[in-house]
C-alpha cells in the first residue's frame, strides 16, 4: 500500500473512533420544563390556585366555550379556568400555554381523560357530552383568558 492509501485510511479509522466515542458517551441530565407549578400548601381546599384578571370582551366563539367551560369544566378546574387547590390545576397557567399544550391536547383531555403528569389531583377522567366542537370553543375560551394574564 503506498502512503496515501495509509493516510486516508488513518484519517478514516481516526474519524470512526472519535464518532464511536461520541456515541457511546452518556446523554446530558434533561433539565426538565421550566414549568414549575405553584406551592398550593397555604390555599385552603377548594379555593382558586390562581389570581386572574378577566378579559373585558370575549370574541363569540370564547363566549360559546364560556358557557361550555362553566356547564361541564368549572365545578373542577374552578371559575374562570383558575383551579380549585385539592380538585383540578388552573388551565390559565404557563403550563397550558399553546405551545406546550395545544387546542388538540384540549380535545383529547376531555375526550380520553389525562393520567396525572404536571399536578397532583390525580387522573382526570373523560368527561362526557361534549363535542370536538364544544371543546374548541372551550379552548378559545382559555386561550382568551391566558393572553389577558400574559400567557401566549
Request: hydrophobic share 40%.
Amino acid at each position: 500500500m503506498n502512503k496515501t492509501g495509509l493516510f486516508v485510511g488513518g484519517v478514516l479509522l481516526a474519524g470512526l473512533v472519535v464518532a464511536t466515542l461520541q456515541f457511546l458517551q452518556p446523554a446530558p441530565a434533561t433539565q426538565g420544563h421550566s414549568m414549575v407549578t405553584p406551592d398550593t400548601s397555604r390555599i385552603a381546599q377548594g379555593e382558586p390556585i390562581v389570581e386572574l384578571r378577566i378579559p373585558a370582551n370575549l370574541s363569540a366563539e370564547a363566549e360559546i366555550g364560556k358557557h361550555a367551560f362553566e356547564a361541564k369544566c368549572a365545578d373542577c378546574h374552578g371559575e374562570n379556568a383558575a383551579g380549585q387547590n385539592g380538585v383540578a390545576p388552573p388551565l390559565v397557567h404557563k403550563i397550558y400555554e399553546p405551545s406546550h399544550h395545544s387546542d388538540m391536547a384540549f380535545v383529547l383531555a376531555a375526550k380520553n381523560g389525562v393520567r396525572a403528569h404536571h399536578w397532583k389531583f390525580g387522573n382526570m377522567p373523560p368527561v362526557k357530552g361534549l363535542t370536538q366542537a364544544d371543546v374548541k370553543y372551550i379552548a378559545r375560551y382559555v386561550r382568551e383568558l391566558q393572553r389577558e394574564n400574559g400567557i401566549n
